[in-house]
């Protein structure tokens, strides 16, 4: 049942108290906004604080529009041009938080993800941005242009720009829930079907007991679907196919397509075993053992060919094996699902908001930023470096 009292009034209210929210919070701050974040959640920045194994892959030096998946591929381009990874390195100096880098430009903390945490709440709190957590939003209701109606569990509250930063729906376990796509729904706003990203494949009955024997070797591939390919380590696990080059694929694959394994990326298979029938005695299995695992090279090479010497394999059977170890084709049954994701794909239409303030285009006051957004970055700290450039961009406008 809806309060009577009269409702409390606030400049801005962030639903969402992730990534992108805090970092809207502390802009608007800064611009003398009133500014309540509110969260379903008991504490501020779960996510955060589990990602990147607990040291935050908080961005990458190498953030380009291209590491991101949309419907409207030029979308994020304004928003990353005017919040950069080093506009978030100059407020980690100024913290005096310390980071190192990783291959492929990512940037972790040395220490922990709750430094980064910490710093966005300071900046909160020096902007006088208020909380409320461990509440529940019941209602919402546009009262006019700029201006809206929160309904709680904990009291009703009114504000000129809302913003709704809940995220997607990947790891439930830190409280992901769908109400941001609900909100768009209200405004009549599209949603692109949301599904999990950057998540481990499950594999067919059949692949995942030809493969259990596999569990827990891990490989440098590439893998490949749809056009896309990453080159990166592959891990197979009890369960299917993880590490970073398949997760990344993830994201783009589709239930039903098949991706292609490179278990040897950098050579010509063919060419090498060509060269070694200097050594003609020596067993096949031997010499692909000097590039791949043993366990497998019997998981992939049938026991015939693998246990004879090289001279008595034809150049034609050299090529099936190329194809066995460097265009493996698999099938996979799914995915993990939300339960294990790192982001959801899909979310709000990006046609509907404006690139450059993250503004509904018809709905004036209401904002929508970070992963609710149809914007879906690879794995590297690109996700992060979207929270902050789009909750930057809205805190500079609500």
């Known amino acids: 049942m809806l309060s009577t009292s009269n409702p409390e009034k606030k400049d801005v209210i ?43 892959n908080f961005t990458n030096y190498h953030i380009h529009a291209g590491n991101y998946i949309s419907h409207n591929p030029h979308f994020c381009k304004s928003a990353l041009s005017r919040y950069t990874q080093m506009d978030f390195l100059a407020l980690l100096k100024k913290h005096q938080v310390s980071f190192s880098q990783r291959e492929h430009g990512q940037l972790f903390c040395t220490g ?51 913003v709704v930063a809940t995220g997607g729906l990947s790891l439930p376990s830190t409280g992901a829930s769908p109400i941001g796509y609900e909100i768009a729904k209200q405004f009549h706003i599209k949603i692109w079907p949301p599904h999990a990203g950057l998540v481990p494949f499950t594999l067919q009955p ?35 196919l993880s590490g970073p080059a398949v997760l990344q694929i993830s994201s783009y694959w589709q239930p039903g397509d098949e991706i292609t394994i490179n278990l040897l990326p950098d050579m ?29 090279v019997a998981a992939r090479i049938l026991s015939d060919p693998a246990e004879r010497p090289l001279q008595a394999i034809s150049h ?26 790192e982001i959801t794909v899909g979310g709000v239409d990006c046609d509907a908001i404006s690139s450059k303030t993250m503004e509904a285009r018809k709905v004036a006051g209401l904002y929508f930023i970070g992963e609710v957004l149809d914007v879906t970055g690879w794995l590297g700290g690109f996700n992060l470096q979207w929270a902050w450039s789009s909750g930057w961009c809205a805190g500079q406008d609500v």
């Open 14 to 56: 962030i639903i969402g108290a992730g990534a992108s929210g805090l970092m809207c919070a502390m802009e608007a701050g800064k611009r003398k906004r009133r500014v309540l974040v509110m969260d379903h959640a008991k504490n501020p920045g779960q996510k955060l604080l589990i990602s990147g194994g607990g040291r935050c």
């Open 112 to 162: 922990s993800s709750r430094e980064i945490l910490d710093l966005l709440l300071s900046e909160c709190r020096d902007a006088g941005v208020s909380f409320k957590l461990g509440i529940k939003v019941e209602r919402i209701e546009q009262k006019g242009d700029h201006d809206f109606a929160v309904y709680t569990d904990q009291g009703d509250f009114s504000c000129n720009s809302l």
């Open 206 to 240: 059949e692949d995942k007991e030809n493969l259990s024997s596999l569990s827990g070797i891990s490989v440098d591939a590439t893998v490949s679907s749809r056009g896309q390919s990453f080159r990166g380590n592959i891990l197979f696990t009890h369960r299917g």
């Open 268 to 296: 010509d298979l063919v060419d090498e075993l060509k060269a070694k029938k200097q050594h003609p005695q020596q067993k096949l299995k031997t010499v692909l053992a000097e590039y791949l695992p043993k366990r497998l």
């Open 316 to 341: 034609s059977r050299f090529r099936e094996i190329s194809s066995q170890l460097q265009q493996w084709k698999i099938k996979p049954c799914g995915t993990e699902g939300y339960r294990t994701a």
